[in-house]
């Protein structure tokens, strides 16, 4: 109904909002750069992308952390073992590999100051965390003092064990 005077009608409008895009997966689109571990080195996620899709078919980069990964453990060898992520209820996986390694091997050099003064045994090759009986015995006229390495005195025990290639002395 019209007053009887002048109107202004306004007629109000709503932006319609789409409804918010729904994640429907993830997907590794980068693999990390090592994906090669020796036994009991940490897992490292450098170079790793994640990215959610949505159904919109908009995607997003997610920030991994460490709480989002699963399958990781490098206490033995693994020819295949496979990492999960997962992201609100997604998953996605990655592939690395555990390799047994060698054990590194140190020489371990023995040697009699002055060399008349006796002689010694025990040195050669070891594998590292190998103990290693070593003996002295001093020939006629001079007696044993102690095992050096540089300045440092290691042991005055003449047949000791030495823990390759630390100084623990046992």
Do not use: C, H, R
């Not at 496979?82 to 140190?106: K, L, M, N, S, V």
């Not at 594998?127 to 102690?146: L, Q, S």
Request: aromatic share 8%; proline share 4%.
């Amino acid at each position: 109904t019209m007053p009887a005077k002048d109107v202004t009608l306004v007629a109000n409008f709503k932006e319609i909002e789409e409804p918010p895009a729904e994640l429907i997966g993830i997907e590794i689109t980068a693999t990390p750069a090592k994906t090669e571990y020796k036994i009991g080195e940490e897992l490292d996620l450098a170079g790793l992308v994640v990215t959610a899709k949505y159904d919109d078919d908009s995607t997003e980069v997610i920030e991994v952390t460490t709480d989002m990964v699963t399958g990781f453990d490098s206490s033995t060898a693994a020819d295949e073992q496979i990492i999960t992520i997962t992201y609100e209820g997604y998953t996605a996986t990655f592939i690395i590999t555990i390799i047994e390694t060698e054990p590194d091997t140190y020489t371990l050099t023995v040697e009699a100051d002055p060399i008349d003064g006796g002689t010694v045994t025990g040195g050669g090759d070891y594998e590292e965390g190998v103990k290693v009986k070593v003996t002295a015995e001093a020939n006629e006229g001079y007696e044993f003092i102690n095992w050096t390495i540089g300045e440092e005195e290691v042991s005055t025990d003449a047949v000791f064990t030495y823990t390759m290639p630390a100084k623990d002395v046992t």
